[in-house]
């Protein structure tokens, strides 16, 4: 089986019931993207699937077949703004939920280039972070969302 993933094709050889994430994480080595809940509740799994934030814990790899998949190893080629403006803020602390909160925010971006506080709300609804850093990911959103304007 082939997958494409941040513009790279994989061969890979997996049942077709196998969650996205243990093809990226066991088979093909990609461990940026996390391991949190399992239930596809926490958000830490989330990847890119054709532009969409979707949870690989609990999404069959056959799911995604022919698709374009973007991990967080392939985000930083596309979302530097994204990226530069949680530096800035400094949106980490523990950093486990980072990899997923990302994704969920570039996903958002794409969409919604210029999005006010209840579509950053909306979109990053199912993403948990245990160290409370809503505030600061809020506002790197915004940050990253105002120096895309200004490109």
């Not at 994480?25 to 940026?32: A, K, P, S």
């Not at 934030?53 to 979302?79: D, F, M």
């Not at 609804?125 to 120096?147: E, L, M």
Request: hydrophobic share 30%; charged share 20%; aromatic share 4%.
């Amino acid at each position: 089986m082939n997958l494409l993933i941040n513009d790279k094709k994989y061969s890979y050889n997996a049942s077709n019931d196998m969650p996205l994430l243990w093809v990226l994480r066991d088979i093909l080595g990609l461990t940026g993207t996390k391991y949190g809940c399992g239930k596809g509740l926490c958000g830490s799994c989330s990847v890119l699937v054709d532009g969409d934030s979707v949870r690989s814990c609990n999404l069959p790899v056959s799911a995604v077949q022919g698709k374009s998949i973007t991990t967080i190893e392939g985000l930083s080629n596309k979302n530097k703004n994204l990226q530069d403006a949680w530096n800035e803020v400094n949106v980490p602390q523990c950093g486990f939920c980072q990899p997923g909160q990302l994704i969920s925010a570039a996903a958002l971006l794409n969409k919604n280039p210029n999005p006010d506080d209840e579509d950053i709300s909306n979109a990053m609804s199912g993403n948990i972070c245990r160290c409370g850093t809503y505030v600061r990911i809020k506002k790197a959103i915004h940050q990253a969302s105002k120096n895309q304007s200004h490109e």
